[in-house]
Antibody
Framework: EVQLVESGGDLVQPGGSLRLSCAAS????????MNWVRQAPGKGLEWVSY????????YYVDSVKGRFTISRDNARNSLYLQMNSLRDEDTAVYYC??????????????WGQGTLVTVSS | DIQMTQSPSSLSASVRDRITITCRAS??????LNWYQQMPGKAPNLLIY???NLQTGVPSRFSGSGSGTDFTLTISSLQPEDFATYYC?????????FGQGTKVEIK
C-alpha cells in the first residue's frame, strides 16, 4: 500500500524557518518524481514545488523561489521542503504528492495527510 | 502561468442527480487535465487523469471529457459520499495550477 506521511509542521514566527519531511513507503520511491502542494485555511490548492526522481530537475512556484528548497533522499525514501524567510501567507497545510505519468501527461496519484504550517507572531 | 477557471463555484444537488462541473484553461492544454475530490479535512483524491481516464478504484459514475481549453467532470448519479469539493488541475506546463474548486452541497 502506498503511504506518504508528512511531518515537521509547526507554529513559527514571520522570518523564521521550518523543514518539512515526507516519508514514503509501499512503492519504489527512487523511481518517482514528487511534489509539495499547499492549501491555506479555507482556500484552494496551490502547487509549490517539484523534484524529479533523481533530484536533478526542480521547479518552484514563483512565490517561494529563493526561500524554499525541495530535496530528497532516495536511500531514506524521504522528501523534504526547507522553508526559510517564512511569511504570513505561507500559512497552510502542506501535502506531499507522488507524481505519475500517462503518455505525455502527468498527475498526482497519491497524497499524504498533510502537515500544518502556521506563520504568526 | 496558465489560469484555470471552474464553474460553478458551488452547487446544490440531490442524491441521484446528474451534475456537471466545467473547467476552462486560459490557453490550450491539450488533454493535460486532472480532477480531484477533496472531503473536508482530508487530502485530495485523484478521480480523473489526462482529461478522461478514470483512476483505479474510482466509481464509474464519474467521467471526464474535453481537450484544448474546455473540460467537464460529470457525476451521473450523485451519491451521499460525493458531496465534497472538486478541483481541476492542468499539468501541461509548470507551474501546475488548480482551479478554485467547486463545492457540491446537498440540496
Amino acid at each position: 500500500e502506498v503511504q506518504l506521511v508528512e511531518s515537521g509542521g509547526d507554529l513559527v514566527q514571520p522570518g523564521g524557518s521550518l523543514r518539512l519531511s515526507c516519508a514514503a513507503s509501499g512503492f519504489t520511491f527512487r523511481t518517482y518524481s514528487m511534489n509539495w502542494v499547499r492549501q491555506a485555511p479555507g482556500k484552494g490548492l496551490e502547487w509549490v514545488s517539484y523534484v524529479s526522481s533523481s533530484g536533478n530537475t526542480i521547479y518552484y512556484v514563483d512565490s517561494v523561489k529563493g526561500r524554499f528548497t525541495i530535496s530528497r533522499d532516495n536511500a531514506r525514501n524521504s522528501l523534504y521542503l526547507q522553508m526559510n524567510s517564512l511569511r504570513d501567507e505561507d500559512t497552510a497545510v502542506y501535502y506531499c504528492a507522488r507524481h505519475n505519468t500517462h503518455g505525455s501527461t502527468t498527475y498526482f496519484d497519491y497524497w499524504g495527510q498533510g502537515t500544518l504550517v502556521t506563520v504568526s507572531s | 502561468d496558465i489560469q484555470m477557471t471552474q464553474s460553478p463555484s458551488s452547487l446544490s444537488a440531490s442524491v441521484r442527480d446528474r451534475i456537471t462541473i466545467t473547467c476552462r484553461a486560459s490557453q490550450s492544454i491539450s488533454s493535460s487535465l486532472n480532477w480531484y475530490q477533496q472531503m473536508p479535512g482530508k487530502a485530495p483524491n485523484l478521480l480523473i487523469y489526462a482529461a478522461s481516464n478514470l483512476q483505479t478504484g474510482v466509481p464509474s459514475r464519474f467521467s471526464g471529457s474535453g481537450s484544448g481549453t474546455d473540460f467537464t467532470l460529470t457525476i451521473s448519479s450523485l451519491q451521499p459520499e460525493d458531496f465534497a469539493t472538486y478541483y481541476c488541475q492542468q499539468t501541461y506546463s509548470a507551474p501546475w495550477t488548480f482551479g478554485q474548486g467547486t463545492k457540491v452541497e446537498i440540496k
